[in-house]
């Protein structure tokens, strides 16, 4: 097996609609693949699952497809998951489509069920963890019910000998007449004589191709009295190496031409390998022409057949912030062991861990190290002395999400990655518009990423998906399943990531060689762009519209929350989101501002009471500095905030603790580059001025005192000053002035009689904090001294 090339054709080809990829290998292959240092994203973009079979090889080679409107294909062939089984070597493939190859489908979901059966820990096809196959299964079943069996017959080794149930083809035919056998493989002349025998074939012949891993003993097979003949057809003849596996029996009434994965071996036509076959019966003449040919014509490649796997690999999840796995292979493991992660040319010490008997081990990570941030594929190696172990880490809730979500968990993944392009954040928004709560209830899942946030540059965040203790391995069949955690898993990590990690420098992320804004139903993604798209042009940006209409939407689920501690979260995610995200829509300048007041509306009332500073308050006392630096004017009404916000005025100690410090996470994500110099100006700056809550209750203060000096407030009328001069003074009714503390969230009006104010008095009262009641038996002068 080669990943590079799964990854490179079959995935490539699916990538942006897929949903569930699922790859089952035999421990042999799975073995051979961990040279393979091109993989990127095994155990992030999809699933691979070894497994060791009991009494040889697992060896099927088939492949189950379906698309969204439920059309489902299947093939089942010779050919590896390699560059060779898909083109350089010489193969051959059945496809099958329901209704003509409906019978094909039935035995496909025989088998498929089979596997989930047999592999397990311990089970005939020993595995770390039983692949989860059911809507494969489904899928097969489905197809099978389809009206028109066809001729075909999907035969596999998990039902028995793969002789005998040719065998039983052939009878129904009539008998056999002739056999043909196309094999790479033959265990000397054994699998060809074992199947002549169950078919009662005496006519046989082997095709002896230019090149091929071995040749036929016709010698061998002679002597014993198998009288083969060497045979050739152009099908065959080609010069790449054959690794084609047919069967063509002549029978008298009709041909049968088995194809697939087996091999003329004893293994392969018994029971001891897993093997699949096609065996579909013709009506008409022979499909091939057959033509006498030399024994000593095969050049021979010396590849060997396939056998079981002595040679110890590690097969490793990654669960519920824990690295478990199992060490498959023949011998002894147990002991301890030195344990590295590696990555790309990356290579980290972690803990020593202890193999038990049955060759299970579990750890913890360093806490440095978060597999959801690493960009490539990770191996786990155990070493001691002279031998080394290696195994493909797989991330158990990035698969998971995988299966739920399809090509937005990819996009996703790559985000927490740190490469994302422009369609993979265009796509994350997109799917944040239209499922905005799963972000919200993944943030209150994590405490809005911020539980173990430490105000540190560089941090990395370890358990990335969540509690459990995966180190308990339980017993039986389930053992080293490790504890799974709940919620998303994935959009748990994304929160994490936003909220631990600062904007990339000089960020340009998915500057896609593609339109100058990329919407949701934009064409697909081009790869291999240049650096500088558009001949180096300013870098391309998310429109405006989908970033928008995502942060409405999540602004709009996060206020179904009531003010208070459940909002805080949801407070956290998206300021986040703003800092992280928004500058880069084309209109970052101006979006990013105007999402930040509304957050800031959005966190009034949401003040922690239990404690005396918090993540929270550093956000907010951000994001107003913030706000002022791009808007010098807004001082005032910044400071007016952050009076809401404390109840009163700001204390000395709130504005020393929580002044901002150039560097820390928030600081740099909500305005990168900005020095100390400039954030204690502008902090200053705020609590310098003096705000309209201020001047009232400075003239609340001063008229406690009679005749005592005060400052007529800004936009009173002549007779609301003669009022204030009249209630100094203790002049007439000293009612006639209401001190309204109880803010208006609607239409103001006045608090002694409820009268309500008309909206051109309105909109005076809500700027300058005074207004006169209209209400002829009140009259009253309204001072607004509320927070």
């Known amino acids: 097996m080669s990943l590079s090339f799964l990854e490179a054709i079959p995935l490539a080809a699916v990538n942006k609609s897929y949903r569930n990829f699922t790859v089952v290998t035999d421990v042999a292959g799975y073995r051979s693949s961990l040279a393979d ?11 691979l699952v070894a497994v060791k079979c009991a009494t040889g090889v697992f060896h099927p080679k088939i492949g189950l497809f379906a698309d969204k409107d439920g059309e489902v294909r299947a093939t089942v062939g010779s050919g590896n998951l390699t560059f060779g089984g898909w083109g350089y070597n010489n193969e051959v493939l059945e496809v099958l489509r329901p209704g003509r190859d ?33 809507s494969y299964a489904s899928l097969a079943r489905k197809a099978s019910l389809v009206a028109g069996a066809g001729t075909g017959r999907l035969l596999h080794t998990m039902a028995g000998p793969l002789t005998l149930q040719i065998a039983a083809l052939v009878e129904e035919l009539g008998g056999a007449e002739d056999m043909t056998v196309v094999s790479p493989f033959f265990s000397a002349h054994n699998g060809v004589a074992a199947l002549a025998e169950a078919i009662g074939c005496q006519n046989v012949s082997v095709a002896v191709p230019p090149r091929a891993p071995s040749v036929f003993d016709f010698t061998a097979a002679s002597a014993v009295g198998l009288n083969a003949r060497p045979v050739s057809c152009d099908e065959f003849n080609d010069g790449r190496s054959l690794h084609s596996k047919v069967f063509d029996i002549g029978c008298r009434r009709g041909r049968l031409i088995v194809s697939g994965s087996a ?89 020593d861990v202890l193999v038990d008997e049955d060759g299970y081990f579990a750890f913890r990570p360093p806490p440095a190290f978060d597999p959801a941030r690493v960009a490539s594929s990770v191996q786990v190696i155990l070493s001691r002395e002279t031998a080394e172990i290696r195994g493909w880490l797989i991330l158990r809730g990035f698969i998971d999400a995988m299966n739920r979500r399809g090509p937005i968990a990819r996009s996703i993944r790559r985000m927490i990655a740190g490469l994302e392009t422009l369609n993979d954040l265009t796509a994350i928004m997109d799917y944040v518009s239209k499922d905005p709560r799963a972000f919200i209830e993944a943030a209150e899942r994590t405490g809005g990423g911020r539980a173990d946030r430490e105000q540190s540059l560089g941090l990395n965040v370890s358990r990335a998906f969540g509690g459990g203790d995966a180190l308990l ?117 101006e979006l990013v501002p105007r999402l930040l007041m509304k957050w800031l509306h959005a966190a009034a009332g949401s003040k922690p009471v239990d404690v005396d500073f918090s993540g929270l308050d550093e956000c907010v006392v951000v994001t107003v500095c913030r706000l002022a630096i791009g808007d010098p004017a807004k001082a005032q009404d910044m400071h007016a905030f952050l009076q809401g916000w404390n109840g009163g005025d700001v204390t000395e100690e709130f504005t020393v603790l929580c002044e901002p410090i150039a560097g820390r996470l928030n600081e740099e994500a909500i305005a990168p580059g900005t020095t100390q110099a400039q954030w204690t100006e502008v902090w200053a700056a705020i609590l310098g001025t003096k705000t309209p809550w201020n001047r009232m209750n400075d003239l609340r203060k001063a008229l406690e005192i009679k005749d005592g000096p005060y400052e007529l407030p800004e936009g009173a009328t002549s007779d609301e000053e003669a009022a204030i001069a009249r209630y100094s003074a203790r002049q007439g009714r000293l009612d006639r002035m209401y001190w309204s503390t109880t803010k208006f969230e609607d239409k103001p009006g006045c608090p002694r009689c409820g009268f309500r104010f008309p909206g051109v008095k309105a909109t005076k009262f809500r700027r300058t904090r005074i207004a006169t009641c209209e209400n002829f038996t009140c009259g009253r002068v309204v001072i607004d001294v509320s927070l």
């Open 263 to 351: 091999n003329a071996t004893i293994q392969a036509l018994g029971t001891a390998n897993v093997e699949a076959v096609v065996a579909r019966i013709h009506d008409r003449a022979p499909l091939f022409g057959w033509t006498l040919a030399s024994a000593q014509r095969c050049e021979t490649t010396g590849e060997e057949a396939p056998h079981e796997e002595e040679r110890a690999s590690l097969s490793v999840d990654y669960d519920s912030g824990a690295i478990r796995g199992r060490v498959m292979g023949s011998g002894s493991h147990s002991g301890t062991w030195t344990v590295a992660l590696a990555w790309g040319a990356r290579r980290e010490a972690a803990p």
């Open 37 to 47: 240092v091109g993989a990127v994203g095994i155990g992030r973009d999809y699933d």
């Open 102 to 134: 409906s019978s094909c489908f039935s035995g496909l979901a025989d088998l498929i069920e089979a596997i989930q059966r047999a592999a397990r820990p311990n089970g005939f096809l020993e595995c770390l963890r039983t692949p989860d196959l059911h």
């Open 473 to 589: 391995l339980s017993e039986g069949n389930n053992k080293g399943s490790g504890v799974v955690s709940s919620g998303d898993e994935l959009i748990d990590a994304l929160v994490r990531m936003l909220a631990t990690t600062l904007p990339a420098a000089n960020d340009d992320s998915g500057d896609d060689a593609e339109e100058d804004d990329i919407s949701p139903s934009a064409a697909p993604e081009k790869r291999g762009s240049s650096t500088e798209p558009n001949g180096g042009g300013p870098p391309k940006r998310v429109k405006p519209k989908v970033i928008d209409l995502a942060f409405n939407r999540l602004f709009e689920t996060l206020t179904q929350v009531a003010p208070g501690p459940a909002r805080v979260p949801g407070l956290f995610l998206i300021f986040d989101m703003i800092a992280k995200i928004a500058p880069r829509s084309s209109l970052g300048d």
